[in-house]
């Protein structure tokens, strides 16, 4: 019996993104076929997994780990009293503390080899841990941690990046400030742990403690500034080769690959292995319910990568008498990151009688995902980064539903213009509206995308690769160790 150990940043039931997803399918198709699995974790906040006060911090729970089940999967959570243990930047990419603790799960759980499916918050240490234990391991990517700090490969002013460049000068300037905490929580966080601050500041008039914390502020930057900097810097040169000690790295798409490379990741550790989805919550649900109006849909997080206001807008966008024939239903947590889904409300607020027919219609179980698809004719993904082909782009597509995706590499990888779906110019609202318009004004061009889809990649045939893979790098461990005795 083989034994498998997989790893992601954050797992049910607390969080239910798409790696999280992709994580529990493969961890459960592995205990099907006589694996015996186990998943290890973190726990960090939703509204910013990066960032952490130091020195200034309220104290961490006192909860270091929990263990439970997940449908039927044992998991191991490391809770935000390591994360936080002597905070240092450079911890979000190379954690000592949680290279101990990994060592421990290594030497109790005795993997034949390991799984990454993401390592950020556990950090690359844990490639490390394997080495030194001498554990093949393997990963297989979702996102461009291991080359971006802020994973998506976004700027701050929303062009998109290929990488750190020379000397990671470029992070310097997107990634550095995020790892300081705002001004607001940095104060509240000093009083509350120095009680003479709290009242000398409640003391002062308005202005004058404005000045006084813009002061404290600008010393706790103007402190950590330099270390902030010299993390970020180094950051590039260690992952990369914490990278290119994996004995294999699976990438979903021909972009991933080649950004990989583009950064120094050696192309000869890389395979191309496409997701595969769960069909099974999905069958029967390839007939559309009747409808006299075009029902466009967006599914997933209400954050501001993934481009719902584009989408918003858009739909407002179109001509009154063409806005009378469609509908937009977004599902989403809203409570999840509040400042932005207010502003996608107030976008629909602001629009008045043209807004009506915008819906936000919150969250449901996955097992409900064909009847909600069931009820979209097509679907939105208008994300501001590459994408790794979202798994809800596969869900669609195994219900038959065409997509209409930002043009840009790994979304337009999956979707053919004028073929399966639409490709709309990035952060580009009038694009995306211009494609909805075409829908709506050219009734047999929905029937001539939905009759070019083609049935999805299922889980089994992923993990049948999956466990290709594993099957050479075990063999190979093998050969060496016969070579070298």
Known sequence: MRRVLLTAHKFFPQHRAGTEVLTLKIAQELKARG??????????????ARRKFDADSPPPPEEHVSDYEY?????????????????EFSFEYYHPHMKRHFLGLLDDFQPDIVLVVHAQNLSASIVEACRERGVPVVFYATDFWFVCPVVQLTRPDGEVCRGPGPGALKCLTCY????????????QALSKKYDFVAKTLSGLPGPVRGLAEGGLYGAYSASKTPAAALATVNRASVLRDFANKFDRILVP???????FVENGIEERLIELVHYGIDTSKLVGHQSKSPS???????????????GVDLLINAFLALPDNERKRASLKLYGDTNQFPEYS??????????????????????FPNDRLGQILSDIDVLVVPSRWYENTPLVMQSALATKTPLIVTDLGGMSELVKHGHNGLLFKLNDYRSLAAQLLALLKEPALLGKLTGNIKDERTVPEMVNDIES??????ASRTTASVKGS
């Open 342 to 363: 207010n502003k996608l409300k107030q976008l629909v607020i602001t629009a008045g009688q043209r807004g009506r027919d915008v819906t936000f219609e919150g969250t």
């Open 71 to 87: 449908e039927g999967l044992p998991v191991h959570i490391v809770e935000e009293a390591i994360r936080l243990k002597d905070y």
């Open 469 to 474: 893979v594993f099957d050479k790098v075990l």
């Open 176 to 187: 550095t400030p995020k790892l300081f905490a705002p001004a607001e929580e940095f104060n």
């Open 35 to 48: 694996s015996a699995v186990k998943i290890i974790a973190a726990n960090p906040p939703d509204l910013d």
């Open 253 to 259: 798409t021909k972009l991933m690959r080649d950004i």
């Open 292 to 306: 006299d109006i075009l029902r466009i849909g967006y599914i997933g997080t209400f954050y501001e990568h993934k």
